[in-house]
């Protein structure tokens, strides 16, 4: 299990299009992808999990990966959260 921390840098907040680029990335991957915001933990790979976390800008999100291929998704997670339009 691996977890990285960042920050929502994204004055929308985590609105319906990132957050369906987001899931569709997490389900790529086997190892389970959650993240936990606000003492919730919400899974990666559904969209209406993430929409749910109603999640805002400069909001601080612990990116969670637990499986064969964690580092590749949570690198690329991370890169997705850090390229957010």
Known sequence: M???EITLKNEEGLHARPA????KNASKYSCD?????????YNAKSVLNIMSAGIKNNTQIKIVCDGVDEE?????MVEL???LP
């Open 2 to 4: 691996i977890i990285q």
């Open 33 to 41: 992808i959650k993240f936990n915001v606000n003492r919730k933990e």
């Open 72 to 76: 590749k998704a949570l690198a690329e």
């Open 81 to 83: 959260f850090e390229n």
């Open 20 to 23: 369906t680029e987001i899931a």
